[in-house]
C-alpha cells in the first residue's frame, strides 16, 4: 500500500501538490506573509494567526484531503493498467 501510495505522490506531480492541506485562501495569505517576513517567519506568523482564530477557512478538511488521495490513487491505478495493456499487445 505504501508504494501504490508513493507512486501516486510522484503521478501527482509532488507530495505538495497532492497533500496540501491549504486552501487557496490560506496558500494566498501564506504567500502574502511570507512575501512581507520572509520565509520561515512569514510561515511563523501564518500558524500562529490561524492558531489564534485571528484567520479561518485557511486549511482543507480531513475529508476533503482524503478525498483527495483517493482520487489519485484511481488515476494512477489507470494510468497503470492502461500502461500494462498497451504493453501486453
Do not use: P
Not at 16 to 32: H, Q
Not at 43 to 70: C, L
Amino acid at each position: 500500500m505504501n508504494a501504490l501510495l508513493t507512486a501516486a505522490l510522484l503521478e501527482a506531480g509532488s507530495a505538495n501538490d497532492l497533500l496540501e492541506v491549504l486552501t487557496k485562501k490560506g496558500r494566498e495569505i501564506m504567500a502574502s506573509m511570507k512575501d512581507t517576513y520572509g520565509g520561515k517567519k512569514g510561515e511563523s506568523v501564518f500558524y500562529a494567526s490561524k492558531n489564534a482564530g485571528k484567520i479561518t477557512g485557511v486549511e482543507e478538511s480531513r475529508e476533503a484531503m482524503e478525498a483527495d488521495v483517493q482520487e489519485a490513487m484511481c488515476r494512477f491505478a489507470h494510468k497503470m493498467k492502461a500502461r500494462h495493456d498497451s504493453q501486453a499487445h
